[in-house]
Nanobody, 123 residues
Framework: VQLQASGGGLVQTGGSLRLSCAAS????????MGWFRQGPGKEREFVAT????????YYADSVKGRFTVSRDNTKNTLYLQMNSLKPEDTAIYYCAGSNKAMTARSRYEYAYWGQGTLVTVSS
């Protein structure tokens, strides 16, 4: 299973970015997916998760109302739309694939990880 994250970059406070994660190697539509991030000097933390159909999603409190997770099973791609970005959102963002169909909020529920894409929000 391969996950390739992209779309990171440098953006000013209040700006927007959309991350993408292209999946290959297994039936993408059968499994839940998630986004995590790791800021400088911090542990990797949960950001968002979405079920196999896209009908259920959950967010960390810190991003709720600003970020939206979605997926296109016809394109084997996961997305994270990030709006109203803040300097504290600066991190490497990782997409992850679960072995379960539903949502998962713990990093230990994910078996597959992408390489990460860097998001930097300037103040």
């Amino acid at each position: 299973v391969q996950l390739q994250a992209s779309g990171g970059g440098l953006v000013q406070t209040g700006g927007s970015l959309r991350l993408s994660c292209a999946a290959s190697g297994r039936t993408f539509s059968d499994y839940g997916m998630g986004w995590f991030r790791q800021g400088p000097g911090k542990e990797r933390e949960f950001v968002a998760t979405i079920s196999w159909t896209g009908s259920s999603s959950y967010y960390a409190d810190s991003v709720k109302g600003r970020f939206t997770v979605s997926r296109d099973n016809t394109k084997n791609t996961l997305y994270l739309q990030m709006n109203s970005l803040k300097p504290e959102d600066t991190a490497i963002y990782y997409c992850a694939g679960s072995n379960k169909a539903m949502t998962a909020r713990s990093r230990y529920e994910y078996a597959y990880w992408g390489q990460g894409t860097l998001v930097t929000v300037s103040s």
